[in-house]
C-alpha cells in the first residue's frame, strides 16, 4: 500500500487515511467499491457492473499515468476498507492545461465531511502537479449532493448540455463546473 498522504477526521469521530492509488490496493476492493455505486444506481457516468478484468486493465491504466504524470487517483479508507476515491486527469494534447476532478464515496461514509475535505485535498494536489489553467469537473442536474458541495467549494457552472445522461430512466442535464480562482 502506498503511504498515506494525509487523514481526514470523519464527523463520526472516525479517521479516514488518503493515499495515492497504488499497485498493492485489492483489486477485487476496487471492484467491490466501485460496483455497489452502479447497484445504487448513484449520479456517475458508470452505468453498467465492471468485471474484474475489466477494473484491472482501469487500474493498470490509472498507475500508467500517474506514473507520466497526467493522472492521480485518491484512496480514502476508513478502518482499511476503501470508502471513497477522488481524482484528476489533465485533459489531453492541446487541452492539457485544463484538469477534469472526480469523486466519488461509498454510501455508508457519506454527509460525514469526507467529501468535501477529499475533494480540497484534491483540488490542492492538482494545483501544485499540473498548475493547471483550469480546473472543473461534470456533474448530474439530478445530484443536488454534489452540486452543492461544488459551489461550496468555489466551483461555477459554466457549460450545461441539455438532457444529455440518462439517469434511473429519465434524461438529465450534464452540467460542467470551473473553478474559480
Ligand atoms: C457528492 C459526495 C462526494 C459528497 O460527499 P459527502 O462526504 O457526503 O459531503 P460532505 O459531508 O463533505 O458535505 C459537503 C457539502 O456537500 C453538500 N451535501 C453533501 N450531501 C448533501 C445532501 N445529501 N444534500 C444536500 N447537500 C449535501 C453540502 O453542501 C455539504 O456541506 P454541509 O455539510 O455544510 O451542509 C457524496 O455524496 C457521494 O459520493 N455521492 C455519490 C457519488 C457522487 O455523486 N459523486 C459525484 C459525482 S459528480
Known sequence: MEKPIAYIQLKDG???EISFLSKKDSTRELNRFINALVKEEAPIIAGSRVSLKEEQKWKDKELAGFKRGERFLLIAKVDGKIVGTSGAI?????SKENVCLGIALAEKCRRLGLGGELLKLCIKLSKKFFKPRNIYLGVLSCNKPAYSMYKKLGFKEFARF???IIQKGNYVDH???KLQK
Open 162 to 164: 441539455p438532457k444529455w
Open 175 to 177: 452540467i460542467y463546473m
Open 14 to 16: 472516525r479517521e479516514a
Open 90 to 94: 489533465r485533459d489531453r494534447g492541446k
